[in-house]
C-alpha cells in the first residue's frame, strides 16, 4: 500500500512536470508545421500501441496476468512497458490505434488520456491518436475526445481534414505525408502516405447491432485524398511515376480479418474470433482498388496479433499493449514497430520507398522482438511487385 502510494505521487509529479514542460517548450501552433520525413539513415519508423485500455494509473488494476504478478501491476506497468519500447526503438512516430483508455472505469477523461500519452509526450517523438469503441465510455464524447488529444503537445492529430469536415463521418480522420530524406531528389515529395481513421464504435443503424464501420463519407474522403497524393507524386518538379505507398491505421477489424487463422497467416497467431462490424462497408475493397495502401493496421482484438495477406493487402492486429485490457495470462503485452526504407540511388542518394517491413517488441524482461517480416517491396523499375 504504501509503496503505491509512493509510485502514485512519483507518477503524478512527472505527468505534471513533464506536461508543463512541453506544453512550455512547443507552441501549439508549431505543432502543425513539423514535417516529417525519412531519416539520414534513409529510414522512417512507426510504433503501433494498440489498447492500452488506461483507467485512473495506479489504482486501476491489471486483467489477465499470472497470480503471481497480480498484486504489483497496475496502468503504472502500461506505462513503463511503454517508455521501455520507445527508449529501445527509438521510432520516428507513435501511433495509438484507440481504446486508449477504458471509459467505463474512468473518473476524468482528460486526466486519463494525458496519463496514457504522456510517455509518448515525455519523448518528444511526434505522435497521433485515433479513437477505439471504449475512449467515449467516460466524461467527454468522441468529438471532445479528439478537440482535447489535438492540443496536446507534439501530437500530429487532427480532428478532420478541413476540405472534408463537413460531411466526414467520425472524429479522427486525417493524412500525414512523410517525406523523402533530406537533401534527396524527393525532400519535398510525400513518399510514404499514412492514413488514419475513425473506425467508429458502436453502430446506430437498426437491424445492424454491433460494431461500427468506416463509413462511405471517410471512404470517398481516402480515395480523394489518394488520387490527389498520386497527383502531387506525379507533378513537376521531379514528377515520380506510379503511386507512393501508403499504410491505414484504425481501431475495428476490417470483416476480411476473419479470413486467417494461426496457420495461414503470415506471422503471429489467432487466438480469438474476429469482432467486426456485422455488416462490410466495402473499405477493403475500396483499399485494393486504389492500391496505395500496403497494409492496415488494427487493434480491438488483444490476443490476436498476426498479419495475413489477402488479394496484396496485408491486414495486421497490433497485439494488446495495455495491462488493464483484456488478454492472456502469460502471454505477454506486446506492441508493433513498422520501417519503411528508401531505395539507394546512385551517387548516394536516397529516392522513393523500396520496402516495408515489420516486427513486435513483448513487454519481457529483454523487449524480445519477434516475427519479423516484410510486408511490401517495391521492384527494382519501380513497378508493384504484388505476392498473394
Ligand atoms: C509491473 O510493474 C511492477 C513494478 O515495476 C513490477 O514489479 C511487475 O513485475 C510488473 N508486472 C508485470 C506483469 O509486468
Ligand atoms: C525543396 O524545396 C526547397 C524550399 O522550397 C527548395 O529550396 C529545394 O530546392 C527543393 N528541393 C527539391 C529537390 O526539389
Ligand atoms: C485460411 O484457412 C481457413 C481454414 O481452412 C480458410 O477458411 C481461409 O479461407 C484461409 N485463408 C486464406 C487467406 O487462405
Ligand atoms: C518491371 O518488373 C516487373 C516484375 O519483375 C516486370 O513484370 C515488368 O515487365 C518490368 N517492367 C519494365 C518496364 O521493365
Known amino acids: 500500500m504504501a509503496d503505491n502510494r509512493k509510485r502514485r505521487t512519483l507518477f503524478d509529479f512527472f505527468l505534471l512536470s513533464t506536461t508543463l514542460v512541453s506544453f512550455c517548450l512547443v507552441p501549439a501552433s508549431a505543432q502543425h508545421r513539423r514535417k516529417l520525413k525519412f531519416g539520414v539513415n534513409g529510414e522512417f519508423k512507426i510504433l503501433q500501441v494498440a489498447d492500452m485500455h488506461f483507467g485512473n494509473g ?24 511503454m ?17 486508449n483508455i ?9 486526466k486519463s488520456m494525458n496519463a496514457a500519452f504522456a510517455p509518448a509526450i515525455a519523448s518528444r517523438i511526434p505522435w497521433v491518436a485515433v479513437l477505439g469503441n471504449h475512449d467515449q465510455e467516460s466524461t467527454l464524447t468522441r468529438q471532445e475526445l479528439m478537440n482535447h488529444i489535438v492540443k496536446l503537445p507534439n501530437t500530429l492529430s487532427q ?46 443503424v437498426p437491424y445492424m447491432e454491433g460494431y461500427d464501420w468506416v463509413k462511405t463519407s471517410q471512404q ?16 513537376k518538379p521531379n514528377p515520380q511515376q506510379g503511386i507512393a505507398p501508403g499504410l491505414a491505421y ?13 496457420k495461414n497467416a503470415t506471422k503471429g497467431v489467432r487466438q480469438e474470433g474476429t469482432s467486426s462490424a456485422s455488416t462490410n462497408s466495402g473499405f477493403f475493397t475500396t483499399l485494393v482498388n486504389r492500391g496505395d495502401v500496403k497494409s492496415v ?15 496484396g493487402l496485408n491486414l495486421c492486429y497490433g497485439g494488446g499493449f495495455g495491462y488493464h485490457a483484456y488478454g492472456k495470462a502469460g502471454w505477454a503485452r506486446r506492441a508493433r514497430v513498422v520501417v519503411a526504407d528508401l531505395n539507394k540511388k546512385r551517387k548516394g542518394n536516397w529516392g522513393d520507398v523500396k520496402s516495408i517491413r515489420t ?30
Request: glycine share 6%; hydrophobic share 40%.
Open 250 to 262: 484504425f481501431h475495428i477489424p476490417l470483416p476480411e480479418f476473419s479470413s486467417f487463422n494461426s
Open 58 to 81: 495506479a489504482t486501476t488494476r491489471c486483467l489477465d496476468v499470472l497470480p503471481s504478478q497480480k498484486a504489483h501491476c497496475s496502468d503504472l506497468n502500461t506505462t513503463a512497458f
Open 83 to 99: 517508455s521501455r519500447v520507445i527508449a529501445a526503438e527509438k521510432p520516428d512516430l507513435i501511433v495509438f490505434t484507440g481504446d
Open 359 to 388: 516486427w513486435k517488441r513483448l513487454d519481457d524482461q529483454y523487449l524480445s522482438v519477434i516475427d519479423a517480416q516484410v510486408l511490401w517491396t517495391n521492384s527494382v523499375n519501380g513497378s508493384v511487385v504484388r505476392r498473394l
Open 220 to 235: 470517398f474522403w481516402f480515395d480523394r485524398t489518394s488520387k490527389r497524393l498520386q497527383r502531387e507524386y506525379n507533378a
Open 102 to 110: 477504458f471509459g467505463f472505469d474512468v473518473k476524468d477523461a482528460v
Open 297 to 311: 493496421f488494427v487493434g480491438h482484438d488483444h490476443v490476436n496479433d498476426f498479419c495475413g495477406k489477402l488479394k
Open 159 to 204: 480532428v478532420n481534414p478541413p476540405e472534408a469536415a463537413h460531411y466526414i463521418d467520425g472524429f479522427g480522420n486525417y493524412n500525414l505525408q512523410i517525406h523523402g530524406a533530406s537533401e534527396s531528389i524527393l525532400q519535398n515529395k510525400s513518399v510514404l502516405n499514412l492514413y488514419f481513421l475513425d473506425s467508429g464504435d458502436y453502430s446506430s
